[in-house]
């Protein structure tokens, strides 16, 4: 569990290391910097349908953001939703097992993320969720599996209570950021506000190293003694993260250190698997999926020893037989 240390902005290499270990999930924001939550920006204004032959292309919001999507195979659709500050591409290995499988599998990329438009506006959790809802009206999904990491937890909350489950069959969340990162003192178990300050400093002070750092440490628990070093992943995560928009990143951070999704939770009416490494540095699951599980009215907690935030990549095998598992089940 991260300690309530102060960080303070780091000028060094072994700064930024300390500021990795720390958290790669959350940050805090002056509130005049925040981006607010932009009312009917996202309503969908083009939707540029899927040809045939084609396994990728986009869909633009009222406010120009153009949201880049993945859509292949034919059957019950799968929707994944990416982590921070990552894209769709992180569900590499979800995405071929499923399509295998015989289930249409959809990945898009956050507003600010990956291929989509690097916005600077409408960077909120409500928007990314009002976003999500377009595509998912644009495609016409039903009886659709949400599976959603870290982040992309938050999301798959946070627009299944907003916008309702009529569409939605079951969810996933794994190594989720919900119910609530920031300690407060409703929630005692959360982390100080120092330790994102101290993220937000790394981030302003070299986000390329920082993206590395975060990589090459506690997000895949390669810094654990022992630990099965894999350079490609870390060089893939750094390019995926690289590919967003820096301002999108810096408000995003703010956004889910901060968003409590207490009330979200309680208005889950579908099966809800919550999937959690014991081992998670990142999205410590004392504060997280221990209480998530409890929140939901049909949640499932599965907690997984000694595994990292990254699971997902790191033990593909484990992960995906158990999401068919619950896919599957009645």
């Known amino acids: 569990m991260v300690t309530s240390s102060s960080i303070n902005a780091p000028t060094t290499r072994r700064q930024l290391l ?129 599976v959603g990491h870290s982040t992309g937890g938050g999301e798959v909350v946070r627009f299944l209570a907003r916008h309702g489950t009529s569409r939605a069959a079951k969810a996933v969340i794994i190594g989720a950021i919900p119910p609530v990162m920031l300690k407060s003192e409703t929630n005692p178990g959360g982390l100080p506000i120092s330790v994102f300050d101290g993220f937000r400093s790394a981030f302003l002070a070299n986000r390329a190293q920082f993206y590395h750092d975060v990589a090459a440490g506690p997000f895949y628990g390669f810094n654990r003694t022992g630990a099965a070093t894999s350079q490609a992943l870390v060089d893939n995560w750094w390019r995926q993260g690289m590919m967003g928009g820096a301002k999108a990143h810096y408000d995003c951070i703010a956004v889910f250190s901060e968003t409590d999704f207490t009330g979200d939770l309680r208005k889950i009416d579908i099966p809800l698997l919550v999937m959690h490494g014991d081992d998670d540095q990142i999205v410590p699951i004392a504060a997280s999926a221990l209480l998530s599980s409890k929140l939901a009215p049909r949640a499932t907690l599965k907690v997984y020893p000694g595994m990292p935030h990254g699971m997902a990549t790191t033990h593909p095998q484990i992960i995906n037989q158990d999401l068919l598992t619950f896919i599957r089940s009645g």
């Open 18 to 146: 300390v500021a990795v270990a720390v958290i790669s999930g959350a940050s805090v924001l002056p509130k005049s910097a925040r981006a607010s939550p932009s009312d009917g920006a996202t309503s969908v204004i083009l939707h540029q349908p899927k040809p045939k032959g084609s396994s990728m292309t986009c869909i633009t919001m009222k406010d120009g953001t153009e949201i880049f999507y993945k859509d292949w195979g034919q059957g019950q659709p799968i929707m994944f939703h990416h982590g921070w500050p990552l894209s769709a591409d992180d569900w590499d290995a979800q995405i071929m097992f499923f399509l295998e499988k015989g289930y249409r599998v959809i990945a898009h990329d956050r507003r600010g993320h990956g291929r989509s438009t690097q916005t600077d506006t409408g960077n909120d959790m409500d928007t990314y969720a009002d976003d999500l809802a377009e595509l998912i009206k644009a495609l016409d999904l039903k009886d659709v599996v949400h």
